[in-house]
């Protein structure tokens, strides 16, 4: 509820009441638009519909990897970058680790997860200690192996770097915002001959893990692989709603740009 546009004088009393201005309809209808697309999913999950999406290779090698590790006898190392708990990166990455830990607990793998935020660290905790009872073995969960190292940026890179190199990992899977320390990370792990698996939200950085690692997973990639791995319908399914809006979106602009090309017709000029 807003002020009326010609009531702007300082001391003027407002005779109008604007609940929804002008400016914002399309913003509203957006609105209604996502939370139909979410509640119609949510509907057709109740009467049993599954929902599928297309295969994502690099979610697909991250058990391959794990199993390779598991045959060598070596360790898991994961990281989710230097990324704050309110990045959306960060918790699509918590939702991966979950299924990591998970794979390793039942292949009694141990995994590594040095981290450069405190809450963050604790995070990861809890969802690895969920994980390894779910797994049927609450014992691999080793909290020593899930810890916060500094929230210095470098800092941080060279004690993940450091523990690559004592630990020789036979993956590594860097999942979550990364900066600069992006390539050091991947080239040490990819000295130790580990299998390199990556996502990041950063465009900038996504370079470099293209060239260092096995398996890269690309921009919206990194937010369904947790869903893509997990099987989970509540996730697939609002991947699949956001899928449907976007084409949605697609196809309103390919007619919109139809009708201003050949007709003249600006529909914004008539909101």
């Not at 005779?15 to 509203?28: D, M, Y």
Request: aromatic share 12%; proline share 4%; net charge negative.
């Amino acid at each position: 509820m807003t002020k009326n546009s010609a009531a702007v004088a300082y001391g003027q009393p407002m005779n109008t009441l604007i609940w929804l201005p002008a400016e914002k309809v399309p913003v509203f209808i957006a609105f209604l638009c996502v939370a139909a697309g979410l509640l119609g999913v949510f509907l057709l999950k109740r009467r049993g519909k599954s929902f599928k999406i297309r295969t994502l290779p690099g979610a697909l090698a991250i058990e391959e990897a794990i199993g390779r590790a598991t045959e060598m006898g070596k360790p898991v190392f994961f990281t989710s970058g230097t990324g704050e708990i309110d990045r959306m990166a960060t918790l699509a990455a918590l939702s991966v680790l979950g299924e990591v830990v998970y794979k390793t607990a039942q292949y009694g793998t141990p995994l590594f997860y040095p981290n450069n935020d405190p809450v963050v660290a604790s995070v990861a905790q809890e969802v690895a200690a969920e994980a390894a009872s779910k797994a049927g073995h609450p014992e691999a969960y080793k909290p020593e192996n899930v810890f916060f190292v500094t929230k210095s940026q470098f800092g941080y890179t060279a004690h993940a770097s450091g523990l690559m190199e004592r630990i020789k990992p036979a993956a590594t899977l860097y999942f979550g915002t990364f900066e600069g320390e992006s390539l050091i990370l991947a080239e040490t792990g990819f000295a130790q001959g580990a299998i390199q698996i990556a996502a990041t939200d950063s465009t900038i950085q996504m370079a470099f893990f293209l060239v260092a690692c096995d398996y890269t997973l690309i921009g919206e990639e990194l937010f369904a692989a947790g869903g893509s791995l997990s099987g989970d319908q509540e996730v697939l399914g609002s991947i699949v709603a956001q899928d449907w809006l976007k084409a949605t979106v697609i196809f309103l602009l390919l007619i919109g740009a139809f009708l201003i090309t050949f007709t003249g017709f600006n529909l914004a000029s008539h909101l």
